[in-house]
């Protein structure tokens, strides 16, 4: 193994080993665990949208490359969609089909950033988008978020945050891991700072669908004059249950484009085109199971704040406002680390959570649960939680 250290690179041996795939590892070891652990929806992919796909394997349609950007017919759908439900104009020329969000990201990332170069990141942030910096040999800035507001974005922060090297602000919102949702006027505070200092803004809009209480998605690139310096990443996979099927997309001007597909086609060439036509299916089929995702999503989210009113004394929390993820602090056994407290959870109580630790430097203290799941499970996985805490004395 010494050995090996010689044969990888900096840039990926300095990636640590993720505490949510250690987690994942660990809970794999042991049987009828309760998880609360995975942020991917639970269930399938509408029918209509696996009976297009069928179909387009069928008649033969999926065999060869798409071109490198997607299918036209499936970018001209997803322009339809941005105008309707995120008021963006665009062209099928300013987007490209990716694998996931995911590939998006990196893509974008990569076509923005230079070795050295400084990208803020809120913190508690989505690890993957930091390591998607790393990766471009570029430096993670991470900028905390004011918790007791419902982890809102600090403007003054950000601004402190910027140096002559920063290049980009990237974050997710809805967010995952806290369930906020920046509001019009902070996103519009952080454009600003971008606008003052010429930064490129990548956006992670992968929960666009899931908010709650009166909390809207609003998305920069709507604004004309910001869609010069945003890059806006959306996916299929949070909105129709389409997490295997790997495709979402990017949109920014066509002359960004041009740039983040050069970045595209040494990862992916094109996205699965069964994928592509099982995504125009969906685009273009009845969108009523996205208004039953997000129902189901806001009565579980309920009965996991009401469960965790129930560990009063072990967590404070924040009610997500979107997404399906929430990021309890825990304030009994004050400096208890977040891996530790979850690896006590799997093997003594068999609940499988995510360590704070893993999003940033302001998540260790906390645990991310996610509600995607099903309200069996979650009662379940508190019910055991409650019999862990009242052993300790703490309930
Ligand atoms: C904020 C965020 N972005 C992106 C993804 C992954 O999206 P995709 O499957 O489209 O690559 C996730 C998955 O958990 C996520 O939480």
Request: charged content about 25%; glycine content about 6%; proline content about 6%.
């Amino acid at each position: 193994m010494e050995k090996l250290g010689d044969l990888v690179s900096r840039r990926v041996g300095d990636i640590p080993v993720s505490a949510i795939h250690e987690m994942t590892r660990l809970s794999a070891t042991m049987s009828d665990v309760a998880f609360l652990s995975w942020a991917r929806p639970e269930g399938n992919t509408p029918e209509f949208i696996n009976e297009a796909a069928i179909k387009a394997i069928k008649d033969n349609k999926v065999s060869a490359y798409s071109p490198v950007p997607g299918l036209l017919e499936l970018r001209e759908a997803i322009v339809e969609k941005l105008k309707r439900d995120n008021n963006i104009d665009a062209t099928p020329a300013e987007i490209i089909v990716t694998n996931g969000a995911i590939e998006g990201l990196t893509a974008a990332v990569m076509a923005v950033v230079d070795p050295g170069d400084e990208v803020l990141l809120p913190s508690p942030n989505y690890s993957t988008h930091t390591i998607q910096v790393q990766l471009a040999s570029a430096v993670p800035v991470f900028v905390p978020t004011i918790e007791e507001e419902g982890f809102r974005p600090d403007l003054d922060a950000f601004r402190r945050a910027v140096t002559p090297k920063t290049k980009a602000i990237l974050f997710c919102s809805p967010c995952n891991p806290t369930g906020s949702v920046f509001s019009k006027e902070e996103l519009l505070g952080l454009a600003e700072i971008a606008e003052e200092h010429n930064l490129a803004i990548i956006t992670d809009e992968a929960y666009e669908y899931f908010t709650f209480d009166g909390a809207e998605h609003f998305s920069l690139a709507s604004i004309p004059e910001l869609k010069k310096r945003t890059i806006s990443c959306f996916t299929f996979t949070k909105t129709y249950v389409m997490t295997g099927w790997r495709v979402g997309y990017v949109v920014a001007t066509e002359e960004m484009i041009e740039q983040i597909r050069k970045a595209h086609i040494p990862m992916t060439i094109c996205t699965p085109v069964v994928s592509q036509y099982a995504a125009l299916a969906a685009l273009k089929g009845p969108q009523d199971c996205v208004t039953e995702f997000r129902e189901k999503y806001l009565h579980l989210r309920n009965l996991m704040c009401q469960r965790l009113d129930e560990l009063n004394p072990v967590f404070s929390y924040q009610r997500p406002k979107g997404s399906y993820n929430m990021f309890p602090k825990i304030i009994v056994e004050e400096g208890r680390d977040s891996l530790s407290l979850c690896k006590d959870l799997l093997f003594k109580a068999k609940v499988s959570v995510v360590p704070g630790v893993a999003f940033g430097p302001t998540g260790e203290g906390h645990i991310r649960m996610s509600f995607c799941t099903n309200a069996e499970d979650i009662n379940k996985a508190f019910d055991r939680m409650g019999e862990y805490f009242s052993a300790k004395g703490y309930l």
